[in-house]
T-cell receptor, first 114, second 117 residues
């Protein structure tokens, strides 16, 4: 599986943008980048995913570099409720060892403070 | 149902007993996944199904663990002869489709907290 590397923790002030980086230098052409988050003891929650173009939805924006070796999840106006563990995952859509399943790493603990 | 439902929410069992954990996915979802999560760790993949077919069971730790989804809907994860190291949160997820270019997100249930004493 393509591996991802994320910083173990980050802080962000409430109301400011949170930019969470992820390195996935071994990503292959048929793998998407997915982001999930897990708040306290709840189940992981889908945020966004992308292949090579930047993506935006109501929760966040995903910026993928042109070479696809890294990406950044942006929470434009972080709130206290965004405090969570954020997981960056690469997932294949056709063939390959990461086909189908989501493989979670350690993620980044994001703490939003007042 | 509105979301992925797992039962029981909590299970305490004695070492050596068998346990069966149930997952009821979102209606119509093709793919179903089982994960295990230890405290302070990310979810660890166990196995997944498309319809009733078990596509990947590479994450099952040993032959005491098995899963089935006989009618392509409800799934059961069974752990035989439980050991203390099996204690963890077991999470189920489902997605409308797990394959192909139109991958959609996986929705997770609240999990079953298993404690082996």
């Amino acid at each position: 599986d393509a591996k991802t590397t994320q910083p173990p923790s980050m802080d962000c002030a409430e109301g400011r943008a949170a930019n969470l980086p992820c390195n996935h230098s071994t990503i292959s052409g048929n793998e998407y980048v997915y982001w999930y988050r897990q708040i306290h003891s709840q189940g992981p929650q889908y945020i966004i995913h992308g292949l090579k173009n930047n993506e935006t939805n109501e929760m966040a924006s995903l910026i993928i570099t042109e070479d696809r070796k890294s990406s950044t999840l942006i929470l434009p106006h972080a709130t206290l409720r965004d405090t969570a563990v954020y997981y960056c995952i690469v997932r294949g859509f056709a063939g390959g060892t990461s086909y189908g399943k989501l493989t979670f790493g350690q993620g980044t603990i994001l703490t939003v403070h007042p | 149902g509105a979301g992925v439902s797992q039962s029981p929410r909590y299970k305490v069992t004695k070492r050596g007993q068998d346990v069966a954990l149930r997952c009821d996915p979102i209606s119509g979802h093709v793919s179903l996944y089982w994960y295990r999560q230890a405290l302070g760790q990310g979810p660890e993949f166990l196995t997944y199904f498309n319809y009733e077919a078990q596509q990947d069971k590479s994450g099952l730790p040993n032959d005491r663990f098995s899963a089935e989804r006989p009618e392509g809907s409800i799934s059961t994860l069974t752990i035989q002869r439980t050991e203390q190291r099996d204690s963890a949160m077991y999470r189920c997820a489902s997605s409308l489709s797990g394959v192909g270019e139109g991958n959609t997100e996986a929705f997770f249930g609240q999990g079953t907290r298993l404690t082996v004493v």
